[in-house]
């Protein structure tokens, strides 16, 4: 299975700030990489698919970037609704995996 | 617009058996290849089981190969996951989702597994 490794588990920050989430997979997943936010009680909604692709409704100030192994979302100036959890998973291969999951919570 | 919405969850013994289904619409559900994920209380997101459009590929996680069963009926534009043999560890919320460039997921439907 390709496992995928988030980076950090959790972090705090201010609104506006600009915010950074690592995903690694262990092998290279071409650009098969989708994004999710979750909010407590919530499904997951996708934020960005195929890497860098943003799904329609969804603020422009979420951006995704990377290809091979190596992937970023960024949140380009945090706003309040933005406190959530946030995954990225692989669909490089039929067998979805997941990332372990961030925690962004606004200072 | 494309909507899922799972149904069939629920409280069940050990032991027990479930059936979840899936309702499709607004999209050729036909020509998609469909998974079940799934999210125990206060942990990740963790892969059940992927069915091709016509079912000819199907595929589990090791976690419920042998207990759980996909399948689909694209005349009633639905997909099912009958769960049998469940375990406390199976309690979860189950989200049905497209396998498709652009992903599109369900609200999800809460199984749980207690005495």
């Known amino acids: 299975d390709i496992q995928m490794t988030q980076s950090p588990s959790s972090l705090s920050a201010s609104v506006g700030d600009r915010v950074t989430i690592t995903c690694r997979a262990s092998?290279?997943?071409?650009?098969?990489l989708n994004w999710y936010q979750q909010k407590p009680g919530k499904a997951p909604k996708v934020l960005i698919y195929?890497?860098?692709s943003l799904q329609s409704g969804v603020p422009s100030r979420f951006s995704g970037s990377g290809s091979g192994t190596d992937f970023t979302l960024t949140i380009s100036s945090l706003q309040p609704e933005d406190s959530a959890t946030y995954y990225c998973?692989?669909?490089?291969?039929?067998?979805?995996?997941f990332g372990q999951g961030t925690k962004v919570e606004i200072k | 617009e494309v909507q899922l919405v799972e149904s069939g969850g629920g409280l069940v013994q050990p032991g027990g058996s479930l059936r979840l289904s899936c309702a499709a619409s607004?999209?050729?559900?036909?020509?998609?290849?469909m998974s079940w994920v799934r999210q125990a209380p206060g942990k990740g997101l963790e892969w059940v089981s992927y069915?091709?459009?016509?079912?000819?590929?199907?595929y589990y996680a090791d976690s419920v190969k042998g207990r759980f069963t996909i399948s689909r009926d694209n005349a009633k534009n639905s997909l099912y996951l009958q769960l049998n043999s469940l375990r406390a560890e199976d309690t979860a919320v189950y989200y049905c989702?497209?396998?498709?460039?652009?992903?599109?997921w369900g609200q999800g439907t809460l199984v749980t597994v207690s005495s």
């Open positions: 989702a497209t396998v498709a460039f652009d992903p599109h």
């Open positions: 607004g999209f050729t559900f036909s020509s998609y290849e």
């Open positions: 069915i091709s459009s016509r079912a000819s590929s199907i």
């Open positions: 092998q290279s997943i071409s650009s098969y």
């Open positions: 195929a890497a860098s």
């Open positions: 998973q692989q669909s490089y291969s039929t067998l979805w995996t």
